[in-house]
């Protein structure tokens, strides 16, 4: 029986997707799998059977990448399976800072036991005019699978779009309307858009990146609205912004003590993907991808290994090997297995930056003292017999 162990509520349709050899356990050191969310892994033991992390979800700033990898533990995440939830919220964001929606709700709640309230509200709604999307410019910073759906939307909106991502991808390009201008400068998105929304990942290079620099580049009154990670963002920055009137409002889904309550703040819970479907497509693609790699070594949608497949082992044996991402490692594997007269029935290498991971199919079974001398060589960080 495998055991997983979840560290955040996951959608239970996902979890139905695991076959009848697998049990949940509320004991981590026991767990083989670990389904994650956005729960904060940094600080935490890795258990020594530990062989995978499955964040159903986008972000991984959460789970010590190197630090699995260096321990052959594969981290997974489902990229775009909550990118249509995350996209609504950005458009509700967007009209929510355009139109005073927010204190319009209150001065009604306010004002409820006001038996002239809807002659009071007809005098009092001139404090809530606002202004309309159609029109105005939006820059979109990061055109990965949420800025492309707002991208798209936005032009169905009626507003010229700019984005900037210097490592689009092929697939995401494919998928952004032909009539999103894509800059190459970022300079250009802050000097000339009226909204500005981030949809990059929170890594050290983009950690500040709209710095209190940028933030004076942008037209006055821009709309910045932060779906992505607070720490991308120079708060205190934005709030000197708003106090100058330069930022008309910051939308932000990520609460903290700087920008919660603050005027100008419109700050919610990080519900980007909290819908019954995103939760439901990332819980499954979760448990797909954690099952296949947990049964047969596959790789797929790692973000600290490379993407290996070789569907499901006919031979007698698999062997998977993670090391290091240098000269002669194959020839020392092959130099073990042959020693040891294990004759090679198929095999795969893919590297990722500094790690390789490496799939050996076997037409005999390898013993426990073959697997120790491939831990032994020099690079190798984890040898996993997985049939
Ligand atoms: N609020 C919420 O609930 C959610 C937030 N997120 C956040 O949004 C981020 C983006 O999510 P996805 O679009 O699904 O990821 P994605 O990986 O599909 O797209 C990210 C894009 O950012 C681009 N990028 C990276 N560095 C950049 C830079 N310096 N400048 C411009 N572009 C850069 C990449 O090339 C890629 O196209 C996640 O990493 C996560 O932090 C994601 C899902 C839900
Ligand atoms: O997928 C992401 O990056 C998110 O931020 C969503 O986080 P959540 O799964 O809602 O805790």
Not at 138 to 149: D, E, N, P, S
Not at 183 to 205: G, R
Not at 281 to 288: I, K, P, Q, S, T
Not at 308 to 330: L, P, Q, W, Y
Request: net charge negative.
């Amino acid at each position: 029986m495998r055991k997983y162990y979840c560290m955040n509520p996951i959608a239970q349709v996902g979890l139905d997707n695991f076959s009848k050899n697998y049990i949940k356990t509320d004991e981590i050191t026991e767990a083989e799998g670990i389904l994650v969310r956005s729960a904060s892994m940094h600080d935490m033991e890795l258990p020594d059977g530990l062989l995978a992390v499955a964040r159903a979800g986008a972000g991984v700033n959460n789970i010590p990448l190197e630090k699995c990898a260096e321990k052959g533990i594969v981290v997974f995440n489902t990229p775009g399976a909550n990118a249509n939830g995350v996209k609504e919220l950005v458009i509700a964001g967007m009209l929510l800072a355009s139109r005073d929606v927010v204190s319009g709700i209150n001065w009604v709640k306010e004002n409820q036991e006001d038996e002239n309230i809807a002659k009071d509200a007809e005098k009092a709604k001139k404090k809530f005019a606002g202004t309309e999307v159609m029109g105005k410019r939006l820059g979109i910073i990061g055109l990965g699978a949420i800025g492309v759906k707002v991208a798209n939307v936005a032009r169905h909106l009626g507003m010229e779009v700019l984005g900037y991502d210097p490592y689009v991808s092929v697939d995401a390009a494919w998928k952004l309307s032909r009539d999103v201008r894509h800059v190459l400068d970022v300079n250009e998105i802050y000097e000339q858009c009226d909204y500005i929304t981030i949809h990059v990942p929170l890594m050290d290079s983009t950690k500040n990146m709209i710095s209190a620099e940028a933030i004076s580049r942008m037209k006055d009154g821009v709309i910045l609205l932060n779906f992505a990670r607070d720490l991308l963002v120079d708060e205190e920055a934005v709030l000197d912004g708003i106090t100058a009137g330069k930022i008309r409002r910051y939308v932000s889904d990520f609460p903290n003590p700087v920008t919660a309550g603050k005027p100008g703040c419109i700050v919610i819970p990080h519900l980007g993907a909290s819908t019954e479907e995103s939760e439901e497509n990332c819980a499954v693609m979760a448990v797909r991808q954690l099952q296949e790699y947990l049964e047969n070594g596959n790789i797929l949608h790692s973000v600290n290994f490379p993407d290996c497949d070789m569907g499901v082992c006919t031979a007698e044996s698999r062997v998977v090997i993670f090391h290091k991402n240098i000269a002669n490692m194959i020839a020392k594997f092959s130099s073990v297995l042959g020693w040891n007269n294990l004759n090679i029935a198929n095999m795969m290498n893919k590297s990722k930056g500094d790690v390789a991971y490496t799939m050996v199919d076997l037409e005999s079974s390898v013993s426990g003292s073959i697997v120790n001398q491939l831990k032994t060589i020099d690079g190798v960080f984890r040898v996993r017999v997985v049939k």
